[in-house]
């Protein structure tokens, strides 16, 4: 089946401490995003990548990183610099856009849920 | 700067009732999408539309997009409690690179 899948779906990070969010796609997308979710609240971008080993921040950036070493992967970690981490976290990908106006709806993952004790 | 925002924030509505909601956004966006997210879960998608005057339908569900006013609707014919859920609009930036800008999302409860 191709989807999105994010792992794991619950995640408790303590004080000072660093955790990686997993987001693995096998639909071939080139472009993957991840956004930032609060109650009550719609997405914010963290940061997103349009082709390997590149990627840009988003309006969100900050206590956060990314890597881009492979097409299908797209890890997120949430590092002590973030002071406020607790929030529903979402990966998605689409196909990068070649402006001819062709579909590039973006396609999520379930969600990784993070908590902080 | 994109900008989007979404009308009303919340809606409680009887089922049989009829209801639009508004998706305003500030410049000129590339495309306009509609998704749907229930509690806890992720988005999906329901609709994407590409130009002035574009409709598209599924099930109780019309989305339509008027380019000129900046302005995309959706609405919901005869609700039925399933179609309770959060629904989010979304534009695309079309300076640079691509990004998605979401509205702050539109809390559906149909009541039955």
């Known amino acids: 089946d191709g989807g999105i899948t994010q792992s794991p779906k619950y995640l408790f990070r303590k004080e000072g401490q660093n955790v990686t969010l997993s987001c693995e796609q096998n639909l071939n997308h080139d472009a993957m995003y991840w956004y930032r979710q609060d109650p009550g609240q719609g997405l914010r971008l963290i940061y997103y990548?349009?082709?390997?080993?590149?990627?840009q921040k988003g309006d969100i950036a900050e206590g956060y990183s990314v890597s881009r070493e492979k097409k299908e992967s797209f890890p997120l970690t949430v590092t002590s610099a973030q002071k406020n981490p607790t929030a529903f976290y979402l990966c998605a990908s689409s196909m990068a856009s070649g402006g001819d106006g062709g579909l590039e709806t973006q396609y999520f993952g379930p969600g990784t849920r993070l908590l902080v004790l | 700067e994109l900008k989007v925002e979404q009308n009303p924030l919340f809606l409680s509505m009887q089922e049989g009732k009829n209801y639009t909601i508004y998706c305003n956004y500030s410049?000129?966006?590339?495309?306009l999408y509609w998704y749907r997210q229930d509690p806890g879960k992720s988005l999906e998608s329901l609709f994407v539309l590409l130009s002035n005057g574009a409709v598209k339908q599924e099930g109780r569900l019309m989305a339509s997009l008027d380019t000129k006013a900046r302005l995309s609707t959706l609405h919901i014919t005869a609700a039925v409690h399933d179609l309770s859920a959060t629904y989010f609009c979304a534009g695309v930036t079309t300076s640079g690179t691509y990004k998605y800008i979401f509205g702050t999302g539109t809390r559906l409860k149909v009541l039955a």
């Open positions: 990548s349009q082709i390997v080993n590149d990627f």
């Open positions: 410049t000129t966006s590339d495309r």
